[in-house]
């Protein structure tokens, strides 16, 4: 048993892993799956997220650290402003005192009393200034 273990520990040694970018690809390939087992029913579909699930397995594997952790800085700027937007969602549901806002320009996100009217934002960050309604 401890052999298996180990020449598993071995085997993944120096590999890349789990990243942002591979959970994305990942579940992306699941969403895409399912709706063409359920709905669409295509076969060119179901090779689509196949393929995705062998570029999943690829970067997982890959021994390239430095070409794989650029491709998930790309995704992750990439997807800065979605990411930033659902989190300034999450916080706005479980704070009703306030309003959240993301900075146009940086995606920083910015809080203010709620109930206040049009007001003029200056993001803490960028010094960005832009009008939101409280
Ligand atoms: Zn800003």
């Known amino acids: 048993m401890n052999k298996i273990k180990y020449a598993l520990l071995r085997f993944m040694q120096g590999r890349y892993g789990v990243d942002s970018l591979n959970n994305f690809i990942l579940y992306t390939s699941i969403g895409i799956y399912i709706i063409d087992i359920?709905?669409?029913k295509d076969f060119y579909l179901s090779i689509?997220?196949?393929?995705?699930?062998i570029?999943?397995?690829?970067?997982m594997f890959s021994k390239n650290w430095m070409a794989r952790q650029k491709e998930n800085a790309t995704f992750l700027k990439l997807t800065k402003?979605?990411?930033?937007y659902f989190v300034c969602l999450q916080k706005q549901m479980k704070d009703r005192e306030h309003a959240y806002f993301l900075c146009p320009n940086c995606k920083q996100i910015v809080r203010v009393p709620r109930g206040k009217g049009k007001i003029e934002l200056i993001c803490p960050t960028c010094k960005t200034k832009f009008e939101r309604k409280s």
Do not use: A, K, N, P
């Open 55 to 59: 570029v999943v397995i690829f970067r």
């Open 48 to 53: 689509v997220s196949q393929l995705m699930v």
């Open 38 to 40: 359920f709905f669409v």
């Open 81 to 84: 402003g979605i990411r930033r």
